[in-house]
């Protein structure tokens, strides 16, 4: 698909909205609930998804949307028949938000038929924003301009990998000690794919549960950047075409030619 320029600049001025919204309320001293899975919500969450949800519904009325914040809402036979539609985590990272650290973010992809074929992730705190489809290029955009970003190729030693420096579960450490030398890099929410995408980092190993609109966006963007996201067996990872919106553990690489097999 091709997205249309105008579709494009106003899910990016709807992430910025809504980037307000987040900004808006870490400013305040909010409260934090939890989720019936123990994770934490906050207003900004909710004021962010109202806000992108009524963007896009004004803006792409015939596309549905499944939302973090509303994801229970949809039964998964309903969702199931939707061709394409938007995947939106209004806020991601919402530990980070809550930690105060800046690394959170506002995540928007656009699937059709299982692929992300665009994605806008927009950091609230600095402004920050990428965007990018595969096949027509990705990047980040300072203002109202355009700067192309690529994936570091070839990625050499020391390969910069996301993953905490003091935290590491066990299957990160022993996938990093077989790669050789590393450069261990830690950073919050969708934030590893743009560096990634923009050659700041190489690879991210993820081994435990995500939700689709953790990735959607990110993979849509370092794709166009030159690299991969896929699964332990080398498929790339795919929306909507399970009951379930978890995803399993995958491997982000801005180098699709690193021997990724000999470190799994």
Known sequence: MTLDTQVRD?????????????????????????KSDASPLTEADLASHACIVEGLERLTPDIP?????????????????????????????TREFVKRNGEFTVNIALVEDGVAV????????????????????????????????????????????AASRSHRDARTQAFMD??????????????????????????????????????????????AAGGLVMDPRGRPLRYNQRDTVLNGDFLA??????????WL
């Open 178 to 223: 077989r790669m050789g030398e590393t450069e261990p890099m830690a950073q919050g929410s969708s934030l590893k794919f743009c560096r990634i995408a923009e050659g700041a980092m190489d690879v991210y190993p993820r081994f435990g549960p995500t939700s689709e609109w953790d990735t959607a966006a990110g993979q849509a963007i370092l794709e």
């Open 118 to 161: 665009f994605g806008v992730i927009q950091q609230p705190v600095t402004g920050a924003l990428w965007h990018g489809a595969p096949g027509a290029g990705a990047f980040r955009r300072e203002g109202d301009t355009d700067m192309a970003i690529h994936c570091r190729r070839p990625a050499v030693a020391p390969l910069r990998v």
């Open 65 to 93: 949307i499944l939302s973090e914040e509303s994801a229970e809402q949809v039964p998964a036979l309903l969702r199931r028949s939707w061709p394409r539609l938007w995947v939106v985590d209004p806020l991601d990272g």
């Open 253 to 262: 690489l801005g180098d699709p030619s690193l021997p990724w097999r000999e």
């Open 10 to 34: 106003g899910v990016i001025a709807l992430a910025r909205d809504a980037a307000a919204r987040i900004l808006a309320v870490y400013e305040t001293c909010f409260d934090v609930e939890h």
